[in-house]
């Protein structure tokens, strides 16, 4: 799904110089927000909390350079949609043979579908810790609210925009209330967030979890997406400012994700690791958290999940088609493909699988899919045919091959410990 040119008096009066301060980077805040609600999903929720209560404050600097690592991959996805005027998919399908888009395609879906077996779990295992609803109910509820969610999108892509940022601020309320109720040692949370170190195998591994996770390939589709025709611009120069503007956009949406992500380990750790509690299960951390901290933490960590699940599964269905019409320049009704994309964790919630062992196995099948995504995300930004005057310059180049490794590497680390270990 490209979005269609915005109004252009309020974009075009910024690149004309007519509109001075703060308020020219208002026109282009929007995208970075919606992909970036990737990385607050509830498969990051176990293990964030997890790392807390098992070393504490130890791995915040994970979180940290993650984080960094989150900027650059979806400035680089941005950028290329600024560009080209066309998505990931589409730059995919015009320079891969067509049995590879179709392959590109296939893997793509599956990823998106264990995404959001992860969202949609997770926003019913919401459901059911803050109303005691049984989790298929739980699961029906959440299809609807899913549903309403993706109506804000016929009514324009501001008024999602809207709606996914204003998720986001209730998910940000959510922990930031936690985080106040749990007074966590800040001198501690300074030193793990500037002190890289491990503390034995099992907190190497948990560090690959974080870090791994961190890429999420269906944000990277669709932040190219978002960008490809937002605002146009009408010349390289044009494009260039247009990209330093997102850029501003990505920076804030990445800080707040990353804030988000730290303070579920931080909660994690004022609470649980002081007591020498390992908490892995998310209806076992609900329940430490009202036993600690009261009942009011309990169910922000409830809405916190609920929200986060609901406006991750809507970004999924968007990224999905964006995947199909870009590959295989073929496209279903939304409706019909949140519907569809609904039958997985329906099925497995029903089976009476544990929600959170459902959204460690979500993870490991992504992990699949990261390198088909952001290979050639590098490779293509990389072109200066394809970029023009916003090619990679060298050090950018470098340093997106250097993330490739990395990520890719961790998950290969972590898909072989979880099916092998």
């Known amino acids: 799904m490209a979005y269609k040119p915005i109004n252009k008096s309020a974009a075009e009066a910024v690149l004309d110089g ?14 970075a927000f919606i992909a970036a609600v990737a990385y607050i999903d509830p498969g990051n929720f176990a293990t964030n909390i997890t790392a807390g209560s098992q070393y504490g404050y130890l791995l915040l600097w ?17 950028k290329l949609g600024i560009a080209t005027g066309k998505n990931l998919p589409e730059i995919a399908r015009e320079n891969f043979s067509k049995k590879t888009s179709i392959f590109l395609w296939i893997q793509a879906e599956l990823v998106i579908i264990a995404t959001d077996l992860a969202e949609f779990i997770g926003a019913a295992l919401g459901l059911y810790l803050l109303f005691n609803i049984p989790m298929l109910p739980a699961a029906l509820i959440t299809a609807v609210g899913s549903f309403a969610i993706l109506e804000l999108q016929r009514r324009g892509f501001r008024a999602f925009e809207a709606g996914i940022s204003g998720m986001v601020l209730i998910v940000v309320l ?38 791994g996770a961190t890429v999420m390939p269906h944000a990277i589709y669709l932040h190219s997406s978002l960008t490809q025709n937002r605002v ?72 916190g999940l609920l929200i986060a699940g609901l406006a991750s599964s809507s970004v999924g269905t968007l990224a999905g088609d964006v995947v199909m019409q870009g590959f295989i320049q073929r496209r279903i009704p939304l409706y019909l493909r949140r519907a569809i994309t609904m039958i997985p ?24 899919g990261i390198a088909f995504a952001l290979i050639p995300l590098v490779m ?3 072109k200066k045919d394809i970029m023009g005057s916003l090619v990679n310059h060298r050090i950018t180049t470098t340093l997106g091959w ?6 890719v590497a961790l998950n290969i680390y972590l898909l072989w410990e979880t099916l092998f270990a």
């Open 18 to 31: 007519d509109i001075k301060g703060w308020q020219r980077i208002l026109p282009f805040l929007g995208p």
């Open 62 to 78: 994970v979180i940290a350079f993650s984080n960094l690592m989150a900027v650059l991959i979806q400035s680089l996805s941005a």
């Open 174 to 211: 959510a922990f930031a209330f936690q985080t106040f109720l749990a007074q966590p040692n800040w001198g501690e949370v300074t030193l793990g967030m500037l002190t890289p170190h491990f503390d034995g195998v099992d907190s190497l591994l948990l560090a690959t979890g974080i870090l």
């Open 232 to 303: 146009i611009g009408r010349n390289d120069n044009e494009k260039r400012r247009i990209f330093r503007f997102e850029f501003i956009d990505i920076v804030i949406a990445m800080i707040i994700a990353g804030a988000i992500n730290m303070s579920m380990l931080i909660i994690a750790a004022a609470v649980f690791h002081t007591q020498g509690l390992v908490v892995e299960d998310l209806d076992i951390a609900y329940n430490g958290l009202r036993d600690a901290l009261g009942p009011m933490a309990a169910v922000s960590f409830g809405l």
């Open 345 to 368: 964790p329906l099925v497995i919630i029903a089976s009476g699988v544990n929600a959170t062992y459902a959204l460690v196995l979500s993870q490991v099948i992504l992990s699949f």
């Open 380 to 382: 293509f930004t990389s």
């Open 402 to 407: 250097c993330v490739v490794v990395i990520v």
